[in-house]
C-alpha cells in the first residue's frame, strides 16, 4: 500500500521538532482550594527555578472546569467537584515567564467524561490537589 503524499505532515505544520535533554530535579506539589490549577503550576515552576517542566503525574478534583479544543471553542464543566482522571503537558518559558500546556480528561459529578486544554485561570481546585513537575533540561541548541 503506498502512502498518499496529502497525509504527509508538512514543514508548516505546528508539529515541533524532536528535542534532546535530560531531567532534572522532582517536584510534588499540593495546590490548595479555590487556586486556579494552570496558574499555580507556572507559580512552581517560577518559584523552584524550572525554567521547564514536563507535568508527570496527578490527583484531586476541580471545583469546576474549562477546558478549550482544538477548534478554539471551550467548555465549562460546573462542579461542585469535578474529578481529574488524566493530566498531562508542561511549561516552557516564553519571554521570561512560566507558560503551562495542560491537558488532559474529567468526570462532571453525574459521569460525564470531557476532554481538552485547560483554560489559565478558570479551573479552580476544589479540596486539594497533589502534582508532580519534572524539570525539563534541554540540551544547547547547536549552532
Not at 25 to 52: M, S, W
Not at 87 to 103: F, H, I, K, N, Y
Not at 106 to 116: H, L, Q, S, T
Request: charged share 20%.
Amino acid at each position: 500500500m503506498q502512502a498518499d503524499p496529502q497525509d504527509a505532515v508538512s514543514p508548516e505544520s505546528d508539529v515541533a521538532p524532536p528535542e534532546s535533554g535530560q531531567t532534572g530535579r522532582i517536584l510534588y506539589a499540593r495546590v490548595r482550594p479555590n487556586e486556579d490549577l494552570v496558574q499555580t503550576v507556572e507559580k512552581l515552576c517560577l518559584q523552584h527555578g524550572f525554567a521547564d517542566a514536563v507535568v508527570r503525574g496527578s490527583l484531586g478534583s476541580l471545583s469546576q472546569c474549562c477546558l478549550e479544543l482544538h477548534t478554539g471553542a471551550r467548555i465549562d464543566v460546573p462542579g461542585p467537584a469535578v474529578e481529574m482522571l488524566t493530566l498531562m503537558g508542561e511549561v516552557r518559558t516564553v519571554d521570561g515567564a512560566p507558560r503551562a500546556q495542560l491537558s488532559g480528561t474529567v468526570a462532571d459529578p453525574e459521569g460525564k467524561i470531557f476532554a481538552g486544554r485547560f483554560a489559565a485561570g478558570r479551573n479552580p481546585v476544589c479540596i486539594t490537589f497533589e502534582i508532580t513537575l519534572e524539570e525539563w533540561l534541554a540540551d544547547a541548541a547547536p549552532n
